[in-house]
């Protein structure tokens, strides 16, 4: 252990005691969504199930809720909603990641964890732009044989083991293994500002070789980061998080997106990508990454939160906070669509407590999973907090604040939607601070944090069947 990870340990602990301390007073903390212990959470990073148990690393800055240079945090858990923390996993301590340890993933084989990374270095004493020059991005790998405790770090690539036309900006690998050989994507930009995702391949693990990249056939965005790639069924997926759409349908979205094509063909050769569709509609949702289960199912985990956003905002900065993840999701096809469901684990957290016909209204309840099923002609309208309207008209199903101002329920924010013909079921999982909507049986998907001063539900909805749990 160097002096500058001595330090840092020292530095994050009494970070996090003085958070714990707060803890009673914090309004707006989450009772089953992975949060920060204290102060700022981006990136899922390094998801796995290792050993029987679910680990969840997170980009961490304990130092300040507003960001920070980026370490990894560490939760583990057995069911996906109850999170241990250990601690934290890596810090940017090297000088190859001394301006932040950046997302990466995780691949286990063999009774061992290998975490795959981005170590981010800005250059100093010089005149950058941190896009074409004085940027750092280097691939680095740390094993672990416990799950707990990491060893060496070991640098394995750097920009000029990437392919030169690209900017500096090459980050985020994610690593799966197909027969004997290893195989990683990272998002890229271009220098002439094109996002991207570049290939590598390994025969063991270590020394990795550029393969080809994948583009789409048209310029999409200028930076594509977080990329995965994986197959569901009989249809391969690829995902990234695009920065830079702009104009038409994007005026109306996020500052960032996340979604997906669908791939035709194969990516290390000839292929095809399809439409690229949102994983989610909501306000708050970025950066996802996926795993796979022991028991087979791919598990789908994003940042609830969106960065260099200037039209809302999180009430909890005041407390010293911000931002968690989403509900794990379970990835599966339904009439050859790509859908996502809550984790079944949440099954076993909850109580049955009303069901009715046509209407239900409920207060003061915080964390809760709502079902209306059989939605009749598209009719129904669902307030929750009396602010954070669900609604259908004129083809569009919308997730509508009634009051933008920063400092109520939206913390500034206003109005998403999606274009379908018809909704037949909507699921709400609310948790304290944050509200996920599944329409359609999770064909979409509407994730945002709300920031109640008064919880209640009302539920219209003639003809429904409507059913409100609670979680515990
Ligand atoms: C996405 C991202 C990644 C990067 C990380 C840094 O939100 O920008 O590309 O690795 O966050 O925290």
């Known amino acids: 252990m160097n002096a500058l990870t001595r330090d840092l340990i020292k530095l994050t602990d009494i970070a996090e005691t003085q958070g714990a301390e707060k803890e009673e007073k914090l309004l707006f903390r989450e009772h089953f969504h992975l949060m920060p212990p204290v102060g700022w959470?981006?990136?899922?990073?390094?998801?796995?199930?290792?050993?029987?148990?679910?680990?969840?690393?997170?980009?961490?800055?304990?130092?300040?809720?507003?960001?920070?240079?980026?370490?990894?945090?560490?939760?583990?858990?057995?069911?996906?909603?109850?999170?241990?923390?250990?601690?934290?996993?890596?810090?940017?301590?090297?000088?190859?990641?001394?301006?932040?340890?950046?997302?990466?993933?995780?691949?286990?084989?063999?009774?061992?964890?290998?975490?795959?990374?981005?170590?981010?270095?800005?250059?100093?004493?010089?005149?950058?732009?941190?896009?074409?020059?004085?940027?750092?991005?280097?691939?680095?790998?740390?094993?672990?044989?416990?799950?707990?405790?990491?060893?060496?770090?070991?640098?394995?690539?750097?920009?000029?083991?990437?392919?030169?036309?690209?900017?500096?900006?090459?980050?985020?690998?994610?690593?799966?293994?197909?027969?004997?050989?290893?195989?990683?994507?990272?998002?890229?930009?271009?220098?002439?500002?094109?996002?991207?995702?570049?290939?590598?391949?390994?025969?063991?693990?270590?020394?990795?070789?550029?393969?080809?990249?994948?583009?789409?056939?048209?310029?999409?965005?200028?930076?594509?980061?977080?990329?995965?790639?994986?197959?569901?069924?009989?249809?391969?997926?690829?995902?990234?998080?695009?920065q830079g759409l702009e104009g038409g349908i994007w005026e109306e979205r996020n500052v960032y997106q996340s979604g997906y094509f669908e791939v035709e063909g194969d990516i290390l050769s000839s292929y095809k990508l399809g439409e690229y569709k949102l994983w989610d509609y909501g306000f708050d949702y970025y950066a996802p990454q996926s795993f796979e289960t022991e028991d087979g199912r791919r598990i789908h985990i994003s940042w609830m939160g969106m960065p260099d956003c200037e039209?809302?905002?999180?009430?909890?900065?005041?407390?010293?906070?911000?931002?968690?993840?989403?509900?794990?999701?379970?990835?599966?096809?339904?009439?050859?669509?790509?859908?996502?469901?809550?984790?079944?684990?949440?099954?076993?957290?909850?109580?049955?407590?009303?069901?009715?016909?046509?209407?239900?209204?409920?207060?003061?309840?915080?964390?809760?999973?709502?079902?209306?099923?059989?939605?009749?002609?598209?009719?129904?309208c669902i307030a929750l907090a009396e602010e954070l309207l669900l609604e259908y008209t004129d083809g569009r199903f919308r997730m509508r604040f009634t009051d933008n101002r920063k400092t109520c329920v939206s913390a500034g924010r206003d109005c998403r939607y999606v274009e379908t013909d018809e909704v037949t079921n909507i699921r709400v999982i609310a948790d304290v601070s944050s509200v996920e909507v599944f329409v359609n049986d999770g064909e979409y998907v509407f994730s945002t944090r709300y920031y109640p001063d008064k919880y209640s539900i009302n539920v219209q909805a003639e003809g429904a069947d409507i059913c409100l749990a609670e979680i515990k």
């Open 311 to 380: 039209a809302y905002t999180n009430l909890t900065i005041a407390d010293g906070w911000q931002h968690c993840f989403t509900l794990p999701r379970e990835i599966y096809v339904k009439d050859g669509k790509i859908c996502q469901r809550p984790v079944r684990e949440l099954d076993y957290k909850e109580t049955i407590t009303k069901t009715a016909e046509n209407k239900l209204q409920a207060d003061s309840c915080k964390a809760y999973d709502l079902k209306i099923d059989k939605i009749q002609n598209n009719q129904f």
């Open 41 to 242: 959470l981006n990136d899922p990073n390094g998801l796995c199930q290792f050993e029987g148990v679910y680990h969840a690393f997170f980009q961490y800055s304990p130092f300040d809720a507003e960001g920070g240079v980026k370490m990894w945090g560490h939760y583990i858990s057995d069911n996906m909603l109850d999170w241990k923390y250990q601690g934290v996993a890596l810090y940017p301590d090297q000088p190859f990641d001394c301006h932040g340890v950046y997302s990466g993933s995780a691949l286990v084989e063999d009774g061992k964890m290998y975490l795959y990374y981005t170590g981010n270095v800005k250059l100093e004493d010089g005149e950058y732009d941190y896009i074409r020059t004085g940027r750092e991005g280097n691939t680095v790998l740390v094993s672990s044989e416990d799950g707990i405790h990491f060893g060496h770090k070991k640098q394995l690539m750097r920009n000029t083991d990437y392919p030169d036309d690209l900017t500096c900006h090459v980050r985020d690998p994610k690593v799966w293994k197909e027969q004997d050989t290893y195989y990683m994507v990272q998002g890229a930009r271009t220098k002439e500002d094109v996002g991207q995702i570049l290939i590598f391949t390994s025969k063991d693990k270590v020394n990795w070789k550029f393969k080809s990249r994948i583009e789409s056939k048209e310029p999409f965005g200028y930076m594509w980061e977080c990329p995965d790639y994986f197959t569901i069924g009989d249809k391969k997926i690829l995902s990234a998080s695009v």
